[in-house]
């Protein structure tokens, strides 16, 4: 991206900045690689990170990401990207269980910046638009400027460790999904793809999807800088806004957008794209089903082909739709480099349109390392020669995969994956509520709300307190992550063992 790149396009604009402030920018390929050199040297020299250290980035769509992420591959250290949507424990529990030593974050997040100076081993914090008040605390451009010049590359192979997300479930806290170097050209045949043929001479890239999640990162940022295009950065302090996406689309005459499901709804519910001066050639879709009737309106909207795509975190980008073979309502066929299957108990292919688990053949180049320290997690994902995705579908005799429900209990909102315990055990600690569980249930914009079931403390009022358990679980978690709505109830239904069984409040809410 910058080594071989600079050559070619050094002179050429790498990434586009802008906010809601109206403030603008931009870098140039030999500009960043000259602020990714002296950060390389800050990282290793000064702040002395390693090769394999843990360094992680918790910063909005801005060029200091663009500069801090590749610079830890570079360094041979590991990016660990965290959502700018999460909230203290999410983050701290990130940071002390991946054993970060430095976290580049924004500035103005002065609650997460005071929770987590006292983690051990973290050693800095390094603060993107804002003062370092703190003993850890170093300004971002303050590091740059102090370090020396001639970075020397670490020399890594396609095995080593590169970047780590974490990812939630239906048991346990959050598991960390660590990728191998390779991950980056694992993902470049379906970028090409599902971009029509990606890229063409003009073509400019964006997506409002979160930059600490793989869906931009592995769909977006990298494969566009790879190719030597320029990258849209705009950082929006508030909720996504549809007239924005149209205004940030016509200004930077963007030519190839990922917009998930829900932006895509929103989108829909309040305006005509038709109405803007777009110079879109294709739109990309994934992270949760985007449904025919999406596709279609999206499709006469735009007057583009809208592709919808299919992976996880662990093995992103493994099918794909094309306009030359686009089937609506399908997943696609696997991508170049790919093996997807739906498979029985026994590890076995299944014929055509029988129901199984869908799953990616060992060996894929997307495919994750393993979970962060923990091994029989890891373990329990592979069934054979495949990995399971978790999710349950079928081909049709053409190769079409067709998508059909979870395996398990994780709740996809607005394209984000969470597991009801991890939301759970946050609720549990307000001091109101006795007992909780969460499930998703159906919505017609963000695909899934989440829902929780609340056993209240003795003498504890209900009116109101619905409202607080919700900024709780925005301030502690992420603020997609609290339920929409709350339900309170006498008790929850439960096995004999005492766990709690989901399922059945899942059919009650869909009998209602």
Wanted: aromatic share 10%; charged share 30%.
């Amino acid at each position: 991206i910058l080594d071989k790149n600079v050559p070619k396009n050094g002179e050429k604009i790498a990434v586009y900045y802008s906010d809601e402030s109206s403030k603008k920018d931009s870098v140039t390929f030999s500009k960043l690689k000259n602020l990714s050199d002296s950060l390389g040297n800050a990282l290793v020299k000064d702040l002395g990170i390693k090769r394999g250290d843990r360094v992680a980035i918790y910063l909005q769509p801005r060029i200091e990401t663009i500069i801090t992420l590749l610079t830890i591959y570079r360094v041979g250290a590991i990016a660990l990207s965290i959502s700018p949507l999460m909230g203290t424990e999410a983050v701290e529990y990130r940071l002390k269980h991946s054993e970060a030593k430095v976290i580049f974050m924004e500035g103005n997040r002065t609650d997460v910046r005071n929770k987590i100076k006292n983690i051990e081993s973290l050693n800095h914090i390094i603060v993107v638009e804002g003062e370092a008040n703190a003993t850890k605390e170093i300004e971002f451009w303050d590091l740059i400027k102090s370090s020396s010049k001639g970075f020397e590359v670490a020399e890594t192979n396609s095995e080593e460790p590169a970047q780590l997300f974490y990812t939630s479930g239906t048991t346990g806290p959050p598991k960390g999904v660590l990728h191998a170097h390779r991950f980056v050209l694992g993902h470049i045949p379906t970028f090409q793809l599902y971009f029509e043929l990606a890229p063409k001479e003009e073509d400019v890239f964006w997506t409002p999807a979160d930059w600490g999640w793989i869906g931009a990162i592995g769909d977006v940022i990298l494969p566009s800088l790879y190719f030597g295009k320029p990258l849209v950065a705009y950082k929006r302090e508030g909720k996504f806004s549809p007239e924005e996406a149209m205004r940030i689309m016509e200004d930077y005459r963007v030519t190839c957008a990922f917009i998930p499901p829900t932006a895509l709804r929103i989108i829909k519910n309040k305006i005509s794209p038709k109405e803007y001066d777009l110079k879109l050639r294709a739109i990309s879709s994934a992270g949760e089903a985007v449904g025919e009737d999406l596709i279609k309106w999206g499709m006469s909207e735009f007057n583009v082909p809208i592709n919808e795509f299919y992976g996880c975190t662990e093995a992103n980008l493994v099918t794909t739709n094309n306009s030359l073979w686009l089937r609506i309502g399908s997943l696609g066929k696997s991508s170049p480099g790919h093996l997807v299957d739906v498979i029985d108990e026994e590890g076995n292919s299944l014929p055509p349109h029988k129901v199984g688990e869908i799953a990616v053949r060992i060996g894929d180049p997307s495919l994750f390392l393993g979970y962060w320290e923990n091994e029989e997690a890891t373990r329990k994902k592979f069934r054979g020669i495949w990995f399971l995705i978790g999710d349950l579908g079928y081909k049709d005799e053409n190769g079409y995969l067709w998508f059909k429900g979870r395996a398990d209990d994780v709740i996809k909102v607005s394209g984000y994956r969470i597991g009801p315990e991890e939301i759970e055990s946050v609720i549990l600690q307000h001091p109101a509520v006795k007992e909780v569980a969460v499930i998703g249930k159906p919505d017609p914009v963000r695909g899934h709300i989440i829902k929780a079931f609340i056993v209240l403390k003795e003498n504890v009022d209900e009116k109101n307190i619905d409202k607080d358990i919700q900024e709780f679980v925005k301030r502690r978690l992420a603020s997609y992550a609290y339920p929409r709505e709350i339900e309170f109830v006498k008790e929850l239904p439960r096995t004999e063992t005492g766990k709690i069984k989901r399922h059945v409040l899942r059919e009650r809410e869909s009998k209602r």
